[in-house]
Every structure is written in C-alpha cells, then in structure tokens.
C-alpha cells in the first residue's frame, strides 16, 4: 500500500512555489515556457526504493518536446537519468524491479520512425531493443509472473508479410527490368463511410488498422531471441487491456460495433489465454469505463465510469467495482458521493506528450481503493472502501505528503510569482461560485488595475489549485486575471455540472458578469478597462459576451464555436444523442440559432481577435473564428484572426512551443492595444 500511494502522490503533484526571497526575484515571463521541466507517468517499483518518471522538455528548436525516462528515490531524493531520450517514454517496471520496459521512438531516414519496445537492465549495462514490429508496438504490461510482456499493435497481415525480411537476397535489377513500367502508386484518396473519421491532434482515423495485443516473451538480455505473438485479431480494436492476477489471460474490452455513435456507451469484457485461442465474452454494461485495475485476489476489478442514462450533458464519474465472473454487473462505490472521481482540475501546464494517468489503486489487502477525486477546484485523494464504498481516511505513519522531484526549483527561486486569490459570490439565483483572482507583483490596491476574465472551456472542465503559466504572466504583465467555475464545471456535483444541459450558454454568463462585477465592488479594478478571453467552450462564450453586453473593451476568443449548426455538422465527434441539444439541428433548427454566438453578431462592438489551429478538428475554424472574423470584417468592427499552422485543439496546453508562446503575446499583445493603449502596427490594415 505503502509504495502504491506514492504513486498517485506524486502523479498529482506538479509546480510547487517556493518561497524565497521576492526582492531577489523578477517578473515571470511568456519565455520562462521553455524552461519547464515537467514530471509525467510516475512507476514506482515493486519494493519502492525508486520512482520512474517520464521527464519532459522542450527541445533546442523550441518547435516540440523532449522525453527520457528518469528515476528518484523516495528516501533521499536523489534523482538520476535512465535512458537518453529524446522519445522515450512508458516506463514498465518488472515484478521483481530488475528490468525496466519502456517505448522508444528511433529514427529512420532523418525523421521518427514506428515506437518499439527496449529493456533496461537496472543491475546495470545499455537498454535493448527487443521488438520490431510492423506499425510499432506501444503500450507495455508486464504480465504478474513477470515472464511475458503484452503490448498493443495495429499491423494487418499485409503489413506484416511486408515487413518480413526476405530469405534469399533480391536479384539484382538488369537493364530490361530498369525500362519496366512503375508500379501504379498507392492512392491518397480518402473514401469516408463513417460519420467520425478524424479525431483531434490524431488525424485521420484508419479502421482499416485495428489495435490488438501481442505478446512477447521478456528478455533477460539484448541476444536473447523473442519472438512476439498476435492474440487477437479481427477489425475491432480492443482497449483495456489488463493481466490477470495468475498471468494465465489477458482482460480486455472491445465494443464490436462499426458505427457506435449510433447507440449510448457499453462495455463489454472479454478474456483471452496467453496460449491463444479465440477471446471469450465475459460480460457486458452500459458504460463506457476507464483503464481497469485488478485486485490483489484477482477476483474483481475497479475503474472509472459515468453512467450511460439518463442522457445528460454532464454525468459525474463514479468508482465501480465488478466480479471477475460470467454475466457479472458493476457495482457503484460512490453513488452517493457527490464529486468527481477520477478527475482532477484543468491547467496549461500538464505535461505535454507526458502520456500516464491516475487508474484506481488497490490496497495490498483488497479491502480499499484509493482514488484521485476532484472537489471545489482542487484535486484530491481518497480512501474507499470495498464493502460499503464510504470515504475513510488514510491513516498511517508518515501520512504527510512528501515532495520528491525539483526539477523547477532553480528556474523558480527566480520569478516574482504571486498565489491567487480564492473567492466564493453568489450569483443571481443564489447559487455559490467559486473563482480566483491572480494579481499583479507588487500589487497595490489603492490602485486602478485593467482585467482580464479568462473562461475555462468543457464546458464540463473545472480551474483550479494548480500553477498556470497563462495567468502568472498576465499578472507579471500588469493585469488583474479573473478565472470563475461558473455553473456547468465539474467538482461541485452532478446537478451543478448538468445544470446547463439544454442552456449553454445562457445562465454560465451571468455567473461570469456577476463575478466581475463582485471584482469591480472591490475598488481596484479601472471598469474602463476590462478584457474577456477564453477556449473551446471559454471561446464560445468569449463570442456570446460581446454579442450581448457592450462592457467589455477588447475579446481574444480562441478555438471558439460560433454556429452549433456548422459546429454539429463538422467537428471530431458526433453529437447523435441527446446530450447538449434535445434533436439536430435540422429537425430543431431555431434552438441552435438561438444558442449560436453569429445570431447576435449585430450587436457586437468590442474589438475582436481570434486565435485558430488550422488542424483543429474539435471546433473546426469554419464553424467558429472563421464566421465570427468575416461577419465583423463586414461591419468594419476591428477583428483579426491569428491562424497556428499544423496545430489543434491542444494548442496551449501541448503545441510546438514556440506557437504556445506566440499565442501568448498576441493575446495580450491584443489586451495591450485596446487597453493600454500600445500600439500595436502588426494589426492594423495596411495597404
């Protein structure tokens, strides 16, 4: 339990400020972002002597990140570099911590080529490459025996039979065989048959290209000869994949459906022996869940899911439970707890291309789970237990939590970082909201300082207790930052969070007028002088703002929606069920309108920039910045559209860094010009 804890511990834990001393210090700035170091995907080992830990940088072009694989020990601190990166990740320890697994991206031909599975000894000598699949292999697990390890991979038979190397060498071409025509080349044309065919930051979906587990037996050395073996097959891709306890098959789920938007989540589990042999459905339910957890008896397994019904817009995540056996049902641990489980708070500073996540951890005597829940902007932990799904608390020696990594320690002790403040108003309808309030260095509240409301997106996505790099250099740059939870977040229960289900946006905005307003009460907030701001769902109603009130004297709107017509038709998922519209928009027509920011495009008269990823598949630019830039152009309202070439909706929290950066000075570049009052040439019509 001990060593397990940890693991969570420091898999939450992330920026921590230290206190020294603020004359020495200086003012954050946008560029302090390549100076990051961020901690991702913590292992602890079996005896927990050390934590693995994925150790993210950016690189020396700025334009992406760096990944090795690092280790620290809990009794002394001491951290130390394992694998030299620059794309390793996915540390695996082995069940008797002598071997480290890990995925490594080589490269082939100047450019990245298919991840592939290595070992690390830790008695010592260099890592080793032991699978060369075709299309890579990711994703490692060791089995409990500690003989085997499964991975998962998306080759087909052809690309498998093409990978292979030949047994005789090819014969040398003669002249004749030089003039022979070419090979007719493989189309790039797409034919699309199914209504969600590119995913956000992934691209185009390939169905064609499934994703099954293979195994391989575990080398104790680089000339050991393993071979790996495909156990399952077919066009479905299988998810989840967990060991059983005695290493004799493998858990997994599949859904088996070609076309699952059409119908509400379900799971179904099957099993497969590590022998081979045909997968067997153990059994099926109406959710959709996250990464299983087996329990020390192997009898049950733990994990994250949300109900499938009643169709809500938000449906708070819950612990489950559930027999390992035939036909059994899960059963909820904290259907009467009202919070997030499994779910923390949002932030720009998750590390980027990090990968991990906080699964469910079982105690060593299977009589409780810890789990990762969110409450009131913060994210916490807690103990629950088994029988009766009540939270209890984590009593034992040493219970304090204890800071292993500090690695931002140096670039900190730097910068003149400022806490927010926390402050609880109540809205028009009685309702508590919580916000905080991110100052200036150095502030002085006798002063007149300008604002900027930053909205958070989701709209099911909650601020927080968490270090963020966007609001830190707003306050170093002179601004009040406002960042509310209005109603519709997460952390507060499910009827704050579904509240919105049908009106959104509608009743958020006023809970984000009233905080302002409760701000302005205060006296040192200039009313001439406020900016709003916001992403995805922050963008939208960034648009739906300005088209209703007049107060605001410049909006960045980002990643925005602006028609839920256009927006229904073209983004990355579909919206087929009931969720956040009770029918489509062509048998509801005047509820999207209604709903839509580009309905009161007439009435907007603040100054508008909108900052775009051109591969952004999440809120496509033409149903959101693209409409809202050409409609305001027509009415000669000052608008500019800042477009990030190759980036998506993850532009602020995992772009290229020097996009993040961009982005960052052209929103308060913006903020500057129409509330300063500094010029700003680059965006103004020139001939």
């Known amino acids: 339990m001990r060593s397990r804890l940890f693991l969570v511990l420091i898999g939450i834990s992330f920026f921590a400020v230290p206190a020294t001393n603020v004359a020495q210090k200086r003012n954050l700035t946008e560029k ?45 601190g001491e ?100 003039k022979k025509p070419e090979e007719p080349r493989e189309s790039d044309v797409r034919v699309i048959t199914r209504a969600v065919y590119r995913a956000n930051g992934a691209g185009y979906l390939d169905p064609k290209h499934p994703q099954h587990i293979w195994v391989i037996a575990a080398p104790g050395k680089a000339d050991d000869k393993v071979t790996p073996k495909q156990l399952t097959n077919g066009r ?18 599949s859904d088996r459906m070609d076309e699952p938007y059409y119908e509400l989540p379900s799971t179904t589990v099957y099993s497969v022996p590590v022998t081979g042999g045909p997968p067997v459905k153990l059994t099926s339910f109406d959710m959709d869940t996250g990464a299983f957890s087996v329990s020390p008896n192997g009898k049950q397994i733990a994990f994250y899911a949300s109900l499938s019904k009643p169709v809500l817009s938000y449906t708070q995540p819950d612990l489950w439970v559930m027999d390992l056996t035939p036909n059994a049902q899960p059963r909820n641990l904290t259907s009467d707890f009202d919070f997030d489980v499994g779910s923390g708070v949002g932030g720009d500073n998750t590390a980027p291309r ?35 799904g009540n939270i209890f608390w ?44 991110q100052k200036p260095p150095g502030f002085d509240a006798t002063k007149k300082y300008p604002l900027i409301l930053n909205i958070h997106g ?36 499910q009827e704050f969070g579904n509240i919105i289900q049908y009106n959104y946006p509608g009743d958020d905005y006023k809970d984000l007028m009233i905080g302002v307003d409760e701000l302005i009460k205060r006296g040192y907030i200039d009313e001439n ?40 038709y073209t983004d990355d998922f579909t919206l087929f069920q009931a969720t956040w519209f009770k029918a489509p928009p062509f048998e509801d027509p005047n509820d999207y309108e209604a709903r839509s920011p580009i309905t009161y495009i007439k009435n907007v008269t603040t100054p508008l920039m909108l900052i775009l990823g051109e591969a952004d598949w999440r809120t496509p630019p033409g149903s959101g910045g693209e409409e809202m830039f050409r409609a305001l152009k027509y009415r000669k309202i000052p608008t500019v559209m800042v477009r990030f070439p190759n980036e998506s909706h993850e532009l602020s929290r995992s772009g ?7 982005r960052l000075q052209h929103i308060v570049g913006w903020f500057d010009k129409w509330l300063m009052g500094v010029p700003k040439p680059e965006y103004e019509v020139t001939q």
């Open 32 to 76: 302090d972002l390549f100076n990051f170091v961020w901690v991702a995907d913590p292992q602890v080992a079996p005896d927990g002597s050390r934590v693995a830990f994925v150790r993210v940088t950016v690189n020396d072009r700025k334009d992406g990140y760096n990944t090795a694989v690092w280790s620290v020990s809990p009794a002394t």
């Open 656 to 662: 290229q860094p020097w996009h993040r950066i961009e």
């Open 236 to 253: 479905f891709s299988e998810d989840n994949t967990t060991w059983a306890k005695d290493s004799s098959q493998i858990y997994f789920t």
């Open 458 to 493: 989701g709209p099911h996505a909650a601020y927080g207790f968490i270090f963020d790099h966007e609001f830190q250099w707003m306050a170093a740059k002179g601004y009040v930052v406002l960042y509310p939870n209005p109603r519709g977040s997460t952390s507060y229960g």
């Open 394 to 437: 984590l009593e034992r020696a040493g219970a304090a939590p204890k800071q292993l990594t500090h690695l931002n320690d140096e670039l900190f002790s730097k910068l003149n970082l400022t806490e927010p403040e926390e402050v609880w108003y109540t809205s028009f309808d009685g309702k508590k909201i919580q916000t905080w309030v």
């Open 354 to 388: 990090g990968g991990g996540g906080n699964p469910p951890i079982w105690s060593a005597n299977g009589r409780g789970i810890v789990a990762v829940y969110a409450r009131e902007g913060k994210a916490n932990l807690g103990a629950f237990d088994v029988a009766s």
């Open 529 to 568: 002088k406020l900016g709003v701001t916001g992403g995805s769902g922050g963008g939208l109603l960034t648009n739906w703002t300005i088209g209703h009130t007049t107060r605001f004297k410049a909006a960045v709107s980002q990643r925005d929606i602006a028609s839920w017509t256009a927006w229904w």
């Open 79 to 178: 951290t130390r570099q394992l694998t030299a990166g620059p794309r390793d990740s996915t540390p695996r320890w082995s069940p008797d911590g002598k071997y480290l697994a890990f995925v490594r991206v080589t490269e082939k031909d100047g450019r990245p080529d298919v991840p592939q599975l290595f070992m690390l000894p830790m008695a010592g000598g260099d890592s080793f490459q032991f699978t060369t699949v075709a299309r890579g292999a990711g994703a490692p697990q060791w089995s409990p025996d500690g003989k085997t390890i499964a991975f998962v991979n998306s080759a087909t038979a052809e690309d498998i039979a093409k990978a292979a190397p030949r047994s005789t060498p090819s014969p040398t071409p003669s002249p004749t065989d030089a």
